[in-house]
């Protein structure tokens, strides 16, 4: 993971991502259910007009799930091979990239000009010159680096700059490059929840939640005088959204009117006010609420366990040496801390994590590197903190992606896991 913008902690119970593997070959399909439960309140800053929201509606809970459905391909099912199209829908069945963060560069970053079948896969942490030596040795057709090759916006392809180099070599080598990155850290399952499991079982928590990433919709609560009227209005406001749907109609007892909420689309909000301005009743009472996109509770960057088993620091330590396996890592005790002294919870994120681990409370903290005034922080707090250096933290999730892959593909493709790929840093 690369550094990004905090988020405010948050914990929500984790749900199921279920994917079905029929027959040999997957496509997806994401679902989001929301819970019509909502908390609304008053901004404590007024807005001027009328298409600003006067109160706000969260729903409470919410929750994603992953499902697969059969798809009939040409090349899969006479020749045992997959399209390129078809590769890119099982990895987005297995970590949808909208769970990416924001600012990341995820997906398919080079694509061959000329069609092929995918035979041959590689997992990479981190694409560089020797991994790309590897790809072409073994006839790649897909390249799956964790992280992005390509980051930053370039002006110019050449070869004095080892990305742009790589990428040069992947064109003319028809190898495809597709970086998945921050939605694998995302997703139930991915590298967060691999990383956090090196210390045995416990209840599981999201740091950092990832929201939804459909667009806002907004709820239109109005009055009309009639039964006739509310027909009109909804006629003319299904045709405005065709996902306008009326959520209720009460009748007050003192018989005011029937009292309508109705919601709609981003897009559909204009034309459906202008449509309740039209009519008297409606324009006279209506309230306007923005639906804030709900959270997938399961999925989010960083994770914080409570252990099922306690341990102690140096048993924590030995844990992860095996887990990572790594001969050497490094270790800040917390302020009053001793390797005797016992963890009850931890708080992890691959990669460069501090801006996620910041302010979380934990006995111990487990990422891939933090600053030297990070470190400080946190032990000054009481937390200890194990660093394995960045990639360290990631690259043993790819043996795990890999049998969730290889299971998904016909027999006839090959998925590896680079032998090449490794951190840059050693311990001498």
């Known amino acids: 993971m690369l550094t990004g913008c905090r988020r405010l902690p948050l914990t929500f119970f984790s749900s199921t991502c279920r994917g079905l593997c029929i027959g040999r070959s997957l496509t997806s399909q994401a679902a989001l259910h929301s819970s019509p439960s909502s908390v609304s309140f008053t901004p404590p800053s007024p807005t001027h007009g009328l298409l600003t929201s006067q109160r706000t509606s969260v729903p409470l809970h919410s929750s994603i ?19 390129l199209k078809e590769v890119l ?62 980051f930053r916006p370039i002006k110019r392809l050449v ?56 667009s806002h919709s907004h709820k239109l609560e109005f009055m009309v005088k009639s039964t006739e009227e509310l027909n009109a209005v909804m006629e003319e406001l299904k045709a405005c959204d065709s996902g306008t749907t009326l959520e209720q109609s009460v009748t007050r007892p003192d018989s005011s009117g029937i009292h309508v909420s109705v919601t709609c689309s981003d ?64 270790l800040a ?31 111990l903290y487990i990422t891939g590197e933090m600053s030297h005034h990070e470190v400080l922080d946190a032990a000054a707090n009481g937390t200890s903190v194990i660093l394995s250096d960045h990639s360290n933290s990631e690259r043993g999730f790819l043996a795990v992606f890999r049998e969730k892959l290889a299971v998904r593909l016909p027999d006839i493709v090959t ?10 840093l050693e311990v001498v």
């Open 159 to 214: 070869q004095k700059d080892w990305k742009q180099r790589i990428a040069i070599r992947a064109v003319e080598a028809g190898i495809a490059i597709f970086s998945p990155h921050t939605s694998w850290d995302s997703v139930k399952g991915g590298v967060n929840d691999w990383l956090v499991g090196g210390l045995g079982s416990g209840q599981v928590s999201v740091l950092s939640q990832a929201i939804s990433s459909a």
């Open 415 to 424: 998925v590896a896991v680079s032998k090449a790929d490794r951190d840059p």
């Open 267 to 330: 897009s559909a909000l204009t034309p459906s006010v202008q449509t309740l301005l039209r009519h008297n009743a409606p324009s006279l009472s209506l309230t306007i609420l923005k639906l804030e996109k709900p959270p997938l509770p399961g999925h989010g960057q960083g994770r914080l366990s409570v252990l099922d088993q306690p341990v102690t620091v140096a048993t924590a330590i030995q844990k992860m040496k095996s887990h990572l396996g790594l001969s050497h890592l490094r």
């Open 333 to 363: 005790l917390g302020l009053g801390k001793k390797l005797e002294s016992s963890v009850c919870t931890v708080a992890v994120c691959a990669g460069s994590g501090a801006s996620v681990l910041n302010g979380v409370k934990a006995d």
């Open 89 to 150: 829908q099982v990895m987005e069945q297995l970590a949808p990239l909208s769970l990416a963060e924001s600012w990341d560069n995820v997906g398919l970053l080079v694509e061959p000009s000329k069609s092929r079948p995918v035979k041959t896969i590689l997992l990479t942490n981190d694409l560089t010159d020797a991994v790309m030596e590897e790809a072409e040795a073994m006839s790649c057709d897909l390249i799956i680096s964790y992280h992005p090759p390509l």
């Open 65 to 83: 799930r992953l499902t697969s459905t059969r798809f009939h391909s040409h090349s899969a099912h006479c020749s045992g091979s997959m399209e």
